[in-house]
């Protein structure tokens, strides 16, 4: 039996020894960043001088806490390095994000970002995307017409809840989970999605990660 959560730990500790001074680094969501979050706190008490970009409140917090010092989003050109983990990954470097629905901004940091590490456990890797579903996010206004624009393109989507009401993500929109089967073209699905009316980001990263570092068993294997 794979024991993912120390196969997280182990990608996030590879990945945080590609850290150097001086960095603009992106802090990714959820529990594999966060690893990688805790990994970054203990080497900026070790003297490691970086400034970190979260991509979530939680993440912001649990940077604040380790006393890793922030820059705004809006004050940086570019950001050196981010961190982040994956829904889902192929051998070649796309990926399904937005478990955790963070998607937006981990996109904005991953588009803004010269090298993006995806972190992830060996039940993340898949042959084709599309087991897991894929999150759209949505003005919640358009979030009807944005599920048959959906349908049209054969997906099945599910507006994301928490307890009786829709999930509303940091940004004020819904989620709409997606289910299009095993995806065979995933660039194409991705540019009809931007296509639809309503539809602020979907979870589809395409040509955006650098390196995925996957712990495998009691080590780690990187796909470039
Ligand atoms: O995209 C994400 C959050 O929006 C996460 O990176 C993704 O859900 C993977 O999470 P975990 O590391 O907990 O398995």
């Known amino acids: ?19 150097s001074d001086n960095q603009i680094v992106g802090l ?9 979050i805790m990994e970054i706190g203990e080497r900026v008490k070790n003297g490691l001088k970086i400034q970190g970009v979260p991509t979530s409140d939680k993440s912001k917090e649990l ?6 010092p922030l820059i705004d989003i809006s004050d940086v050109d570019s950001i050196d390095i981010t961190i982040d983990g994956a829904d889902e990954f192929t051998a070649d470097l796309n990926l399904i994000k937005g478990g955790g629905s963070f998607l937006l901004k981990e996109k ?22 599309g087991k897991f579903t894929v999150p759209v996010e949505v003005i919640p206004y358009a979030s009807g017409y944005v599920t048959k624009q959906l349908e049209l393109l054969n997906g099945i989507g599910k507006i994301r809840m928490t307890g009786d009401k ?23 699905l991705s540019d009809k999605l931007h296509a639809i009316t309503g539809v602020v980001e979907h979870g589809l990263f ?15 294997v990187t796909f470039s």
Not at 1 to 19: G, Q
Not at 28 to 36: C, I, K, L, V
């Open 108 to 129: 904005v940091v991953a588009s803004l970002t010269k090298q993006e590490i995806i972190i992830a456990d060996s039940s993340k890797k898949v042959e084709l995307l």
């Open 63 to 68: 940077a604040i806490s380790l006393n890793i």
């Open 28 to 36: 990714g969501s959820g529990s594999s960043a966060t690893f990688a």
């Open 166 to 188: 829709p999930l509303i993500t940091e940004e004020g929109n819904y989620i709409i989970d997606t289910d299009f089967g095993l995806i065979a073209d995933p660039a194409t």
């Open 1 to 19: 039996m794979r024991d993912f959560v120390n196969e997280k730990k182990l990608a996030a500790k590879e990945a945080v020894k590609l850290l």
């Open 206 to 220: 395409i040509n955006l990660a650098s390196v995925v570092i996957m712990g495998n068993g009691d080590s780690t």
